[in-house]
């Protein structure tokens, strides 16, 4: 299984242009910057920026919580499927 990559926003003050704090879910370390990538979405381009925990074997780990959530979420949409509604 390849690794995944973790997705983080920044937010950014369009006043002072000061970014704020984006600490590592696990550990707590500042993310860095990785991946940058600019693309089209409905007629608006538009950025993304990928960040990563600096200690690499924090970032798998986080990778691999993600992924396990991520199995358990569409488990259980797709057991809900075909099931009729109650409402």
């Given amino acids: 299984m390849g690794s995944l990559i973790s997705l983080a926003t920044v937010s950014i003050n369009i006043k002072s242009m000061?970014?704020?704090s984006n600490p590592c879910v696990r550990c707590g370390?500042?993310?860095?910057?990785?991946?940058e990538?600019?693309?089209m979405l409905n007629s608006v381009k538009t950025k993304t920026?990928?960040?990563t925990c600096p200690d690499k074997e924090c970032q798998?780990?986080?990778d691999k919580q993600i992924a396990?959530?991520?199995?358990?979420?569409l488990f259980f949409l797709?057991?809900?499927r075909g099931r009729?509604?109650?409402?």
Avoid at 84 to 87: E, I, L, N, Q, V
């Fill in 18 to 20: 000061e970014l704020k």
């Fill in 29 to 35: 370390k500042e993310r860095i910057k990785g991946k």
């Fill in 37 to 39: 990538d600019t693309f």
């Fill in 49 to 51: 920026v990928v960040y």
């Fill in 60 to 62: 798998k780990i986080v």
């Fill in 68 to 73: 396990e959530k991520e199995e358990r979420r």
């Fill in 78 to 80: 797709s057991r809900g």
């Fill in 84 to 87: 009729p509604k109650t409402r």
